[in-house]
């Protein structure tokens, strides 16, 4: 055991040092354009994209979600692609990139906030691969034990997120994972098309406007935005490393999302994870397809556990990293024991709400009024709260509440009664538009109205 963890300790320091929130140095940056690719890739797919492509049946039609689908893909992975750019260019993670614009001080709110989400999504992510675990246990050993197997995958993607993004994509993801989850999704898909029969001509129930389906897909790009650059500063300069983040992820995200809406068509699948968990296991054939299917979800727990230890530290920069990523693994457990899979939909829409219009803020500072280049001097330097960066954020908040109401029936209503006292439709589905693409551009146009000396 001392010698294997003296290797482990070598392979650690060699390839996945924990640089912290200072720039990744120009000798560590080693991932390609193909090894981001597969990272994004894995990480666009997993249960929990099914679970949410679940959700657009039946209340859309089959070629209705197909589109949603497409749509909220191309757009949602467009800024997922600027911020993994701008974290190659600068060598930082995405919450320090705030810092130029919302001051050093400022960017601790975003990043608490981050942080609250991705130990959510850990616990979520937790909960779905205990229970599938445990599932997978049942049918192929006869054991069952849903705390024994949630105990062992928040080992195993703790673990992982100890090592780094470096280790799980070449020793990880490129040597195994990535051809595990292939094979798997390729047989699921199979047996997926085989059975779906006459379900193409589904005709939808109209419950779900198409825009606000497209906002469905379009969160989960954006629950990444937060994340992209904590990966991509490890991008080999002129790498193509944009472009294999966008097609990867892309991808991957349009296909689970569309298996998600086919499993619900051809089986009449929950939208939760044990339902599309036991309609795989009714198509595909049984525990070990989820078994292999949990290869790929656990990479999903690795990137929350890992930029949840990172986002801390743009608050706390001396706290050990490996330590972080323990403790968030630790919390993550914890809450999973009492997960529910209620209310799964309003959160996303909530991650939505606070990500679209944060980052349309960023985006418009980064690229227009700086033309793509912060440089360490303009991301490091004192400073406090910059104030009026933070207007433009909170009014396309305001705007996507206001076209798709999230959060606790108390806070709905009170805001519902708030814009009927000023005379406005609430919520405002007759736009047509949804509520990410209002929200991103509000914050982005206000974002560049800004005086220059309220961001710089």
Not at 106 to 114: Q, V, Y
Not at 133 to 138: D, F, I, K, P
Not at 330 to 338: D, P, R, T
Not at 417 to 427: E, Q
Request: hydrophobic share 55%.
């Amino acid at each position: 055991m001392a010698r294997v963890a003296e290797r482990l300790e070598k392979i650690l320091q060699r390839e996945t040092p924990a640089w912290g929130i200072r720039p990744v140095p120009p000798e560590r940056r080693n991932l390609g354009g193909l090894d981001l690719a597969v990272l994004w890739f894995d990480l666009s797919v997993g249960l929990l994209v099914m679970v949410t492509g679940a959700l657009l049946v039946p209340a859309l039609g089959t070629g209705r979600a197909f589109l949603a689908i497409g749509v909220g893909t191309l757009i949602g992975c467009v800024p997922l692609a600027l911020v993994a750019l701008a974290g190659e260019r600068e060598g930082v993670p995405t919450m320090v990139l705030l810092r130029p614009v919302l001051g050093a001080r400022g960017s601790f709110l975003p990043t608490t906030l981050n942080v609250v989400q991705l130990v959510g999504w850990t616990a979520v992510e937790f909960w779905a691969m205990g229970e599938i675990a445990n599932v997978a246990s049942a049918r192929l050993f006869g054991f069952e034990s849903r705390v024994f197997w949630l105990a062992a995958v928040a080992v195993v993607c703790t673990a992982l997120a100890i090592g780094g993004p470096v280790l799980v994509v070449r020793r990880w993801l490129e040597r195994f994972g990535i051809y595990v989850l292939l094979g798997t999704a390729v047989w699921i898909t199979v047996e997926v098309l085989r059975s779906s029969g006459a379900i193409w001509d589904s005709a939808g129930r109209g419950e779900l406007p198409f825009w606000l389906a497209v906002d469905l897909v379009i969160v989960m790009p954006v629950s990444w935005l937060p994340l992209a650059a904590d990966y991509n500063r490890f991008a080999r300069p002129g790498s193509r490393a944009t472009l294999g983040t966008y097609a990867g992820y892309a991808a991957g995200n349009a296909w689970f999302y569309a298996l998600g809406v086919l499993l619900v068509l051809a089986t009449g699948a929950s939208a939760d994870a044990l339902g599309i968990g036991s309609a795989i296991v009714g198509l595909a054939g049984g525990g070990v397809v989820l078994v292999a299917l949990l290869v790929g979800e656990s990479d999903n727990a690795f990137a929350d556990i890992y930029s949840a230890a990172v986002s801390t530290q743009n608050v706390a920069s001396d706290v050990p990293q490996r330590g972080l990523a323990v403790a968030v693994g630790a919390l993550g457990f914890l809450l999973a024991l009492a997960f529910t899979a209620e209310r799964y939909e309003q959160f996303l829409f909530l991650i939505g709400s606070i990500f679209v219009p944060l980052t349309a803020v960023f985006l418009a500072d980064y690229f227009v009024r700086n033309r793509g280049r912060y440089g360490e001097a303009a991301v490091f330097e004192p400073s406090g709260v910059r104030w009026l960066a933070f207007v433009p954020w909170g009014v396309g908040f305001v705007v996507y509440q206001w076209c798709v109401p999230t959060g606790p029936q108390g806070w709905v209503d009170a805001v519902g009664r708030v814009f009927d006292a000023v005379g406005l439709p609430f919520p405002l589905f007759g736009s047509g538009l949804g509520a990410s693409l209002p929200s991103f551009v509000v914050a982005f146009a206000l974002a560049l109205l800004l005086p220059r000396r309220a961001t710089r």
